[in-house]
């Protein structure tokens, strides 16, 4: 592969004018935010495979208030030493729990409605109804959630529509969109205020 010089992608002083702005940024500097919500919705992950979709959420729950919720067998570690391994610098900020079933975690939040999401679904996660405290649930990416749970809770399934010919969505952009939908109709996303 022959890389281009950036002059031809870019026209001629790009870089500095995106330097100079990217400067001129104060990155402790007030971000448009609002109130947290109580009670939260909680994420939940059912047997996560891939890290980096973990970390994402875990940035996304940290950015919302959000607690993230572990379930089963992980195919990563946690411990402190991985965590900050792997620069995930706010980690310190999600409140984060492991369970060894959702059955487990069901018993630790028995006022938590469940909401499944699949690929394989039949409605969309716009008709959903969502309520503060609600869980949103979401399997590994290899496979999702196990079919006899999808079978034996087919009211509580929703999915995420897509008009491109793709299997599913990378499973961090499927939580924020579903946990963005879910604040959004619980009024969590105003008012806004900078802070």
Known sequence: MCARPPEAIF???FASRVSA???EREPNAPKLRTAPLTPPFRVVLVEPEIPPNTGSIARTCAATNTPLHL???LGFKIDEHSVRRAGLDYWHLVEVAQHETLVDFERAHPAARLHL???DAERSYLEAPFQPGDALVFGKESVGLP???LAANRDRVW???MSGAV???NLSNAVAVVLFEALRQAGALGPAFRG
């Open 11 to 13: 026209p001629r002083g």
């Open 21 to 23: 702005t990217m400067t």
């Open 71 to 73: 379930v089963g067998k």
């Open 117 to 119: 999401f699949s690929g």
């Open 147 to 149: 079919r006899e749970l």
């Open 159 to 161: 999915g995420i529509p």
């Open 167 to 169: 299997r599913s969505m």
